[in-house]
């Protein structure tokens, strides 16, 4: 099956401006995560979709992120403005049934820097 | 929210050499537990679940100790293949979502 989708692969911004990203879920996974992994941290869970829904944005800054899944299939992810902080790697999941990991899959990331 | 937490390392070690990595948890009601994978700029992969009762999966071993609230695994005969960061897994509460360690990093060298 393929895998789950994300663009752009890299991002160069300057702070201030704003970005957005885009999410493509293995066809059928109802559940979406977005995750922000800081250079030499782990993932950190910023967002949680069920369908179209949202389960978990309790570590969203949404000052700045906002983040839509309409249809309950692709996820956007957007950051204005967006300050040096945000430099890392946004990375997208999904999974078929939602329950931690049975079968988390993630994207390749877009690697996002801030100057 | 607290997450998992691991020693980064780096570990260094041979061609060959068994290597074990621990991490604690500080929820006591967390069920759930995993080892993922990642490779340098690539994104994280599960390695395998973990169980009280242990998972073995060919070199790798994993165990989950309740009483003292920590995870370890066990890689026996490293390769230099294995090279990269282990990053300890906790389910959340309600099980859906999963919460990442800051990863330990492992180098084996020939």
């Known amino acids: 099956e393929a895998g789950v989708a994300q663009s752009p692969r890299y991002k160069i911004i300057e702070k201030r401006q704003s970005v957005a990203f885009w999410c493509n879920p293995i066809s059928g996974h109802a559940t979406l995560y977005w995750y922000q992994q800081i250079l030499g941290q782990g993932p950190k869970l910023l967002i949680q979709?069920?369908?179209?829904?949202?389960?978990?944005d309790s570590q969203l800054p949404k000052d700045r992120f906002s983040a839509e899944r309409l249809k309950g299939v692709d996820s956007t992810l957007k950051i204005q403005p967006a300050k040096l902080e945000d430099s890392a790697v946004y990375l997208c999941a999904s999974s078929r049934t939602g329950t931690g990991g049975d079968g988390y899959t993630f994207g390749s990331g877009t690697r996002l820097t801030v100057v | 929210r607290k997450e998992v937490e691991q020693d980064p390392g780096p570990f260094n070690v041979p061609e060959g050499a068994t290597v074990a990595f621990n991490c604690t948890y500080s929820?006591?009601?967390?069920?759930?537990f995993f080892w993922y994978r990642q490779d340098c700029r690539k994104e994280p992969k599960l390695l395998m679940s973990v169980y009280s009762s242990g998972n073995e999966d060919g070199r790798f071993t994993a165990q989950l100790n309740r009483a003292s609230q920590y995870i370890s695994l066990l890689i026996r005969d490293s390769k230099l293949s294995d090279s990269a960061t282990y990053l300890c897994v906790e389910a959340n509460q309600a099980g859906t979502a999963l919460i990442f360690g800051k990863g330990t990093t492992l180098s084996v060298s020939s």
């Open positions: 979709f069920q369908n179209n829904g949202v389960v978990d």
């Open positions: 929820n006591s009601a967390s069920q759930s």
